[in-house]
């Protein structure tokens, strides 16, 4: 884990090719007319940045190496834990504090309910898709190759594209819609002796009538396809927006986790569970206490849950990454 003085002092060694990227977009935005710009970020967990606190989240990394840039943008925070694309509902717009997981309001409905002035948001970032798949199913021994291809598809590019073509035309004034991948929650690199922490976390069964070796085989080839699977899926779906809107205004950016970053390895960019099965996060006490105001005491899974959400979501190291990837997009990519 970072320190708080390593992050203070991050942006002093970044390469020059990451300056670049930094003064290539501050020059394009100081270019236009004085006002208020807001950065708006749409999503689910990994975009709200779920376990951090607000300053280490990558959307506020971002805001914060532009800021030193002179570009100064308002951060609108609409992300929230558990949020579905939601193209076929549910239709629910109350809110409730981000770090409890809860699908509504749906991205889908992020969008359109966005309450502030559309024309001032000039930059814009929203990931979607493993919640309509259900983190569950990519983590059950149970699901077939052929189920998760076909659920990727159908999430991260059919629905993810409609998503991409409301967002487009809610903010027409937005210069660059950057939408972020997912990564591989575990890999071949991690711990076997460690999977059934997050079996548990979930409420995963594990086939009696199987070897365990054999189950966790299963488990982190699953999610291993779902990242690379929902990398192209997203890819696809980006491509194709700009495709119809005529300009290339969305951008994808892929944060460059590799296995060796996967949960419960030697090099983890994710928060885990300590030996005592306790969170690793940054917000701990908090969420503990919006999960006990909105989350019901007969529901004592869902609770305890919560009081863990942030394992498998990416840490200081995984949200420095995305951030640069996400930087690297505002160049066009031509870092």
Known sequence: MLSCWDFCNYADHLSDHWQDAQDSYAKRIREKEESVRTLAVFGDSVTWGQGLVAEHKFSGLVQQWLA??????????????????GIRGPNITERIPGEVQVAAPTITEQIATYDADPNEVDLVIINGGINDIDFRIILSPLTSTSLLTQKVKQYCYEDMLSLLKQTTLRFPAARKIVVTGYYPVLSQESDPFRIPFLLEHHAIGMPFFVDPPKVFSKIVKNALLFW??????????????????????VFFAVAPFTEANALFTTAPWLFGLDGGFAPQDEVIDA???????????????????????SVGHPNLEGANEYAKAILTALNDGKV
Request: proline share 0%.
């Open 287 to 309: 969420r503990h206490a919006v999960c006990d105001l909105y989350v019901q005491d007969i529901d004592v899974l869902d609770r305890e849950i919560c009081y863990r959400a």
């Open 228 to 249: 690379k699977e929902s990398t192209t899926q997203l890819q696809r779906a980006v491509d194709a927006a700009n495709q119809v809107n005529g300009a290339s205004r």
């Open 68 to 85: 030193a840039n002179g570009v100064v943008l308002t951060l609108n925070m609409v992300a929230h834990s558990g949020a579905t694309i």
